[in-house]
């Protein structure tokens, strides 16, 4: 099956600078990847995903990129602010192209992220 | 609000207490999922329905039963569970199975004594 790896466990930065998690995947046909940010309390929240047709996708201070060779995938938020502190999922999925199969969503670990003012 | 909402937000319970989760999706989904969010691993998927149709079990013990009377509503009911059932259940839904997001609840809380 497939495995998600995601690192670092904890990122902390200042304000205003940039943040990069990154994930791994082993299964090749994995092909949907979503991003989740969880606040205290809540349940996780879709920020960004990005299918395998494509290398990059933007979204205002959000950004994903994905390389499909080396079956890794990166969050980038740039000009952090402290209402970016969260737990940041990444995950991956094989979607299959008739419908039929479960596309079952395998999560990573997750990104303790703190910014500080 | 997300569009999924679960009930109880937080749960206490005895080993041989009977309760149920409950989770409902406004957003016109077929497919709703329940996981397990443990401290420091990753979600753990349990069910899987999708037209209210059981999909997936993901080899979860018989003490978690599913229930989806609809496409709009998802119970859990738990019976003689272990403290290690600890944990926070959340409830998603999407539309469709494959490679479409996930949108979740904000879950439950639930502590076994």
């Known amino acids: 099956g497939e495995n998600v790896e995601q690192h670092p466990s904890t990122l902390s930065v200042q304000e205003g600078d940039s943040a990069v998690i990154k994930c791994t995947y082993s299964d090749s046909a994995s092909n949907y990847f979503p991003w989740y940010k969880q606040e205290l309390g809540k349940g996780p929240q879709l920020i960004i995903d990005i299918r395998s047709n494509v290398g990059e996708k933007k979204d205002q201070r959000i950004a994903v990129t994905l390389n499909k060779t080396a079956k890794h995938f990166s969050l980038h938020i740039t000009e952090t602010q402290p209402e970016d502190s969260a737990v940041y999922f990444c995950?991956?999925?094989?979607?299959?192209?008739?419908?039929?199969?479960?596309?079952?969503?395998?999560f990573g670990q997750g990104t303790i992220l703190t910014v500080h003012p | 609000e997300t569009g999924v909402t679960q009930t109880p937000r937080h749960l206490v319970m005895g080993m041989t207490n009977k309760k149920s989760l409950k989770c409902e999706q406004h957003l016109g989904h077929n497919a709703m999922y329940w996981y397990k969010q443990s401290a420091k691993k990753p979600l753990e998927l349990m069910f899987v329905y999708n037209f209210k149709e059981q999909t997936e079990n993901n080899s979860v013990p018989s003490r978690f039963s599913p229930e989806c009377p609809n496409s709009s509503h998802l119970f859990l009911h738990l019976h003689t569970l272990q403290p290690e059932d600890s944990a926070l259940y959340l409830c998603a839904s999407s539309q469709g199975l494959t490679g479409q997001p996930q949108h979740f609840g904000d879950g439950t809380r639930l502590s076994i004594l």
């Open positions: 995950a991956a999925s094989r979607a299959n192209a008739g419908g039929t199969s479960y596309g079952k969503l395998t």
